[in-house]
């Protein structure tokens, strides 16, 4: 049985093999939305997310969220409707959606990204592994870099 929150497992399910479900959004962040806020966003995805095949990634900046998620269709569009009425950001755009031959971050239920443009590292990611920070493999590093030209769609 997996831990709640870890990572999920490298062996995906054979109907992901075929295509996986994404979605892309971005929001504009309540402006009261604090770091601890953040952590527990994070939390509260990974155990979820864990638990319902889903991975991904939320970037934020100061002002701007943007999520991709990757998973079932299903569970996908049932999560994105309450992301919608969600308090912590308002103005949710959808930037792209639809299926993917496969799973961009087969191994995170959900990594939290700092972005801040002005860095010589415009993204520090913090992965979800039980047992601490894991270094993105290059492709996530390209993926994410291609997330970055969606902030401001």
Do not use: C
Not at 41 to 64: C, H, W
Not at 92 to 104: E, W
């Amino acid at each position: 049985m997996r831990q709640k929150g870890a990572r999920v497992s490298g062996v995906v399910p054979a109907a992901d093999a075929v295509s996986v479900y994404s979605l892309v959004y971005v929001s504009a962040v309540d402006p009261t939305v604090t770091r601890f806020d953040l952590r527990r966003i994070l939390d509260q995805s990974r155990s979820f997310n864990g638990d319902n095949s889903i991975t991904g990634l939320l970037l934020y900046r100061t002002t701007t969220f943007l999520q991709f998620l990757e998973g079932p269709e299903e569970v996908i569009a049932s999560l994105f409707a309450r992301i919608e009425v969600d308090d912590r950001h308002e103005d949710v755009t959808v930037v792209r959606r639809g299926a993917q031959p496969r799973r961009q971050f087969p191994n995170w239920s959900m990594a939290l990204g700092d972005v801040n443009p002005r860095s010589a590292t415009p993204v520090s990611v913090e992965m979800p592994p039980p047992d601490g920070p894991a270094p993105q493999t290059a492709a996530e590093a390209a993926f994410i870099l291609e997330l970055l030209d969606l902030f401001d769609p």
